[in-house]
């Protein structure tokens, strides 16, 4: 089992940059795929990022492929979303989970954290 907690949400202009981090506490963090969602009001949770264990291997939604950057840093048990280049469609609630197997759909991570809010003005 492991333990999630998202930061770095906020309010950004058009055009900004963010960084999410999403610390992990428990055991074997290193052993875990990582995916990062996202949820705006009225609609269902999305796919972003998904990050291997290793880190090694990432995937992106089209709708932030070139923008946004999964990385972590096992040593730290952190998981990170560089977002650049935010447009207000961004603008939602970013959660992280862990997963056992690296791939895009929500059913396949077990661990979630609360979520943090991203708001793009325009």
């Known amino acids: 089992q492991v333990q999630l907690v998202e930061s770095g949400g906020g309010l950004v202009q058009v055009g900004g940059s963010l960084r999410l981090s999403c610390a992990a506490s428990?055991?074997?963090?290193?052993?875990?795929?990582m995916g990062w969602f996202r949820q705006a009001p009225g609609k269902e949770r999305e796919f972003v990022a998904a990050?291997?264990?290793?880190?090694?291997?990432?995937t992106y939604a089209d709708s932030v492929k070139g923008r946004f950057t999964a990385s972590r840093d096992n040593a730290k048990n952190t998981v990170y979303l560089q977002m650049n280049s935010l447009k207000p469609e961004d603008t939602a609630v970013y959660y992280c989970?862990?997963?056992?197997?690296?791939?895009?759909?929500?059913?396949?991570?077990?661990?979630w954290g609360q979520g943090t809010q991203v708001t793009v003005s325009s």
């Open positions: 990050i291997s264990w290793s880190g090694g291997s990432t």
């Open positions: 989970a862990a997963g056992r197997a690296y791939g895009r759909g929500p059913n396949e991570y077990k661990n």
């Open positions: 428990g055991r074997m963090f290193s052993t875990y795929a």
